[in-house]
């Protein structure tokens, strides 16, 4: 017998601890991340999962009102949610859908959508709750496809490859540095950073994600899982990355961005180059370089072509972030 419980706060450490030992849970999934929105409530109906005792999943959710639509939403605060698990047999996945749509039904939901967690974060590969979805007729017709970078054994080989790839070698980006007078540092704020982002997403009709504040509060949050790199030329900051530390073998490249005017010294590259080192000695096995889809774009489906490709020179493969949505009758 499968117990379900709407999370309270009290709950938080309780749940917290078990995304750090589940199958697939990310930073994404904490409540202490899904707490941070500043300006964004949410109505949380986050539910918790037990046998005998104990969590066997949680799924992080809020209502969201969409026109006439009420649903039920894994998560509306993060890049993606859906069921995190351990140890889930087919009847115990089956199960516990049957029972976050008896849940949804109560509380009056029109729809019930959720992006599940990608493949790449899943520890044991284990596709058990995407069959269970399809099993139980939820749409899979929407799709994002992301970037994902494997941390190479030998570093300085994979650097030499990128070079090659982007028709470059280790020597040129070498000499822009020492030409350009570039520093990296790892800074604790994003004061330097913001304008940048705000500057490059208004040249796409977009904004950030995050608000200042926002990024400020979860960098409080977590001190050493949110981190900004960044690079300036004579002491202008010309670029920065924003990265999140999803879980103990994969990070996420969550911003990445340049002042225009510096386009031919290539930030973006020479970032990477720090980054790559760095996500070596802390053990990161993959980076999630991020989706590259056209903003506001009729089509979800439409891609930023070219971004794609800068982000294959650096021998990122692509991986999908299946969302899956279903109607509630009745």
């Known amino acids: 017998m499968i117990e379900i419980l709407k999370y309270q706060n009290n709950l938080q450490k309780e749940w917290d601890d078990f995304i ?13 991340f899904l707490s941070y929105h500043i300006d964004r409530e949410f ?7 037990k046998k005998r005792k104990k969590i066997i999943a949680v799924f992080p959710a809020a209502l969201k009102e969409d026109k006439n639509n009420k649903i039920l939403f894994s998560h509306p605060g993060a890049s993606f949610g859906g069921i995190i698990y351990q140890n889930l047999s087919f009847e115990e996945c089956n199960m516990i859908i049957q029972l976050i749509e008896n849940f949804a039904r109560k509380n009056s939901c ?22 269970c979805l399809r099993y139980n007729q939820y749409d899979n017709d ?66 950030p994600t995050h608000s200042m504040q926002e990024l ?22 010309i670029g920065g990355m924003t990265i999140f530390k999803t879980n103990a073998r994969s990070a996420v490249i969550f911003y990445s961005m340049f002042n225009y005017n510096y386009s031919q010294i290539q930030p973006i590259t020479l970032l990477m180059q720090h980054i790559l080192p760095w996500a070596k000695k802390n053990k990161i096995e993959l980076i999630d370089y991020g989706i590259s889809h056209q903003p506001n774009a009729e089509n979800p489906l439409d891609l930023n072509k070219s971004l794609v490709r800068f982000k294959e020179e650096f021998g990122c493969f692509a991986s999908i972030r299946n969302t899956y949505k279903k109607k509630m009758n009745g």
């Open 110 to 131: 029109t729809e019930i959508f959720l992006i599940q967690t990608p493949f790449i974060y899943v520890k044991n590969n284990d596709e058990i709750v995407d069959y």
């Open 43 to 49: 109505n949380d109906c986050s539910l918790i999962f």
């Open 216 to 237: 400020k509060k979860l960098k409080s949050l977590f001190p050493d899982q949110i981190l900004q790199l960044m690079v300036s030329s004579q002491g202008e900051a």
């Open 20 to 32: 750090d030992i589940s199958h697939n849970g990310t930073i994404f999934q904490k409540q202490k």
């Open 142 to 207: 929407e799709h994002y496809l992301s970037s994902i970078l494997p941390v190479s054994i030998d570093i300085n080989d994979q650097l030499k490859k990128i070079a090659r790839n982007k028709n470059r070698s280790q020597g040129y980006y070498n000499n822009l540095i020492k030409k350009h007078q570039l520093k990296f540092n790892w800074v604790n704020d994003f004061k330097e950073f913001y304008p940048i982002l705000l500057q490059n997403k208004a040249k796409h009709d977009a904004k």
